[in-house]
């Protein structure tokens, strides 16, 4: 989905919220690489053809970025870049703690299981990124292709290496994990693997449509029950996402929202009729309305979704919802494996 939504987020960019994939082997196939850490922290093994595509230069948007070298050293400033880094089979030599200590999502613990890693050296960001703790790993580059604080962070990171951003600062929304992807691949010498990600990722949704063919022509409608306000997520100008890639579509309502007029009253809740409707909750006991205070409501049990038992809640525990506004290179295909039951369930009316 759109990042410029940004219904909620992982638990490290959450933060800024409130305050402010696939099977093993399409896994495999998102590592990019087979190279072990072993004695260079990052993973990944020089090789000519990588070598002689250096230096590279990138303009971004406080300059330009120049890697002189094929980066072995690679830090990170949010969880996103960690999966881009782990993606392409790179093990960062720190990066932030995007899970306070909790247990790590099923697709990171995955690939960093698959590289042989343990645990990612990590630093606690809480009050932001530690410039001290990625400055002690001297890494040979810095990837902040998916941050929202890079108008701070930049002046004080690019002393301490190359850091590989975005062109324009409205980028931090709206970029594509492709596009993120892409970027970060250039800097470290690894756009074929790149390529190899982005294929592997569109097989797994590839697959599943094709498996589900159901799927195709129904219609959606998708919400986030947020603190202030039941959102209507599915708007007409948002981006297609993994539900449309899957084969479904709008409905004819989602013209009436956008990003800047999305919210659903108690009193319109006919507005989320549809094929299918998805809800998700990711703000727990903050939200507007828990899930049972929601199925109770009068006019939510009379739409003809909700009786047809077309109706489906993407669980935000397992940080599915998450993931679902916020794919990466690495959460991907993780989406389509665990969010294709719950759709066909919907479809199915069980």
């Avoid at 998102?30 to 072990?36: E, H, L, P, S, Y």
């Avoid at 047809?308 to 916020?326: C, D, F, R």
């Amino acid at each position: 989905m759109n990042r410029l939504a940004r219904p909620f987020a992982r638990r490290s960019t959450a933060r800024t919220l409130i305050a402010a994939a696939a099977c093993a082997t399409l896994l495999a196939g998102c590592g990019g690489t087979d190279d072990k850490a072993d004695e260079k922290p990052s993973g990944g093994a020089s090789t000519g053809a990588a070598e002689a595509a250096f230096p590279v230069t990138l303009p971004n948007a406080w300059g330009k970025t120049e890697v002189k070298k094929k980066p072995l050293k690679v830090a990170t400033v949010s969880d996103g870049d960690t999966d881009i880094a782990l993606a392409l089979g790179l093990v960062p030599v720190i990066t932030p703690d995007a899970e306070d200590g909790g247990p790590v999502p099923e697709y990171k613990q995955r690939a960093i299981t698959k590289l042989g890693a343990g645990k990612l050296k990590t630093y606690d960001d809480t009050d932001g990124t530690d410039y001290e703790a990625i400055a002690a790993e001297a890494p040979d580059v810095i990837l902040g292709m998916n941050t929202w604080s890079m108008d701070t962070d930049y002046a004080k990171l690019a002393p301490i290496a190359p850091v590989v951003t975005f062109t324009d600062k409205a980028h931090s929304d709206t970029l594509t994990w492709q596009e993120r992807l892409k970027t970060a691949a250039k800097a470290l010498g690894m756009t074929a693997e790149a390529e190899k990600v982005i294929a592997a990722n569109e097989k797994a949704t590839a697959d599943a449509a094709a498996a589900h063919p159901e799927f195709k022509g129904k219609t959606y409608t998708y919400a986030v029950v947020h603190p202030e306000q039941i959102t209507f997520m599915s708007y007409a100008d948002q981006d297609p996402g993994v539900f449309e890639q899957l084969g479904f579509k709008k409905t004819d309502k989602a013209k009436s929202y956008k990003a800047d007029k999305n919210a659903v009253s108690l009193e319109n809740l006919d507005e989320l009729e549809a094929d299918v409707l998805l809800m998700t909750y990711p703000f727990g006991d903050n939200g507007l309305l828990s899930a049972k205070e929601l199925e109770t409501n009068k006019l939510f049990q009379s739409l003809k979704v909700v009786k047809g038992k077309h109706y489906a809640v993407i669980p935000s525990e397992n940080t599915l919802s998450s993931a679902v506004a916020y794919p990466d290179a690495l959460s991907a295909p993780w989406v389509v494996e665990k969010l294709t039951p719950i759709l066909a369930g919907a479809v199915a009316g069980k």
